[in-house]
């Protein structure tokens, strides 16, 4: 029988710091991540419903519809975030794109003098 690895440390790349230990260890807590839950929930409940108080004079007939700045928040978040797929896809490099690493680490435009800057 196996034990399982500790929560922190080099082993499953969870090596944190003291800093970061002491500012976010509280959410390693199954009841902290709960609770900032429900505080969200109950904030995001709270100003959807303070929305309905506001008057609202926009250039638009759409702006004054309620919910219209949460929905168009949440729709402009969801396209950058969806649009991150292919955004990657279009910038990403093959790992060999700079030429093959030989054993000792350098690549082989290094050896030819490829990209060697004159001086």
């Keep these: 029988m196996t034990t399982p690895p500790p929560k922190n440390g080099p082993e499953n790349g969870r090596d944190a710091t003291p800093l970061a230990k002491l500012l976010f260890g509280w959410t390693e807590s199954k009841a902290a991540q709960l609770a900032a ?20 004079h926009g250039k638009f007939e759409m702006e004054s519809l309620f919910g219209f ?16 797929w292919p955004l990657g896809k ?30």
């Design 37 to 56: 839950f429900l505080v969200l929930g109950a904030l995001s409940a709270l100003l959807i419903l303070l929305d309905a108080s506001v008057d609202r």
């Design 90 to 119: 279009l910038l990403t490099r093959p790992e060999d794109y700079y030429g093959e690493a030989d054993e000792d680490g350098e690549d082989e435009a290094s050896e030819t003098g490829e990209g060697a800057r004159d001086e």
């Design 69 to 84: 700045y949460g929905f168009y928040g949440f729709a402009a978040f969801s396209f950058v975030v969806l649009m991150g």
